[in-house]
């Protein structure tokens, strides 16, 4: 159990450190804010994991994209595939940010 909760606290730091450098120069303001970073970090990137996972892979449309392309080593159908995607995602967000009330800078 306590090689488990070791194991934890370092991933969590390389991950909490990972999302730092993710949003700097943004960071916590309050003690709670420094320990909500690292404690969330491996839930935070979990879920960013398996919402990729669903995007990217599982995707029907991604996967009819990798087939048509998948005898090239480069692809701009790909390349444009995932931006289209990243934007739908991030509208979205913004969307449903907007609609709950959420201000954003």
């Not at 709670?32 to 990217?56: C, H, K, N, R, Y």
Request: charged letters at 10%; hydrophobic letters at 60%.
């Amino acid at each position: 159990m306590l090689r488990f909760f070791f194991g934890y606290v370092l991933v969590s730091l390389l991950l909490g450190a990972g999302l730092l450098i993710t949003f700097f120069p943004e960071h916590p303001s309050s003690v709670a804010g420094w320990i909500g970073v690292f404690a969330l970090a491996v839930p935070i990137t979990l879920v960013g994991e398996f919402v990729g996972q669903l995007l990217f892979v599982r995707n029907p449309l991604s996967r009819a994209v990798d087939r048509r392309t998948r005898h090239k080593t480069f692809s701009w159908a790909r390349v444009l595939f995932g931006l289209l995607l990243v934007v739908a995602v991030v509208a979205t967000i913004q969307v449903a940010l907007h609609f709950f009330g959420v201000e954003t800078s």
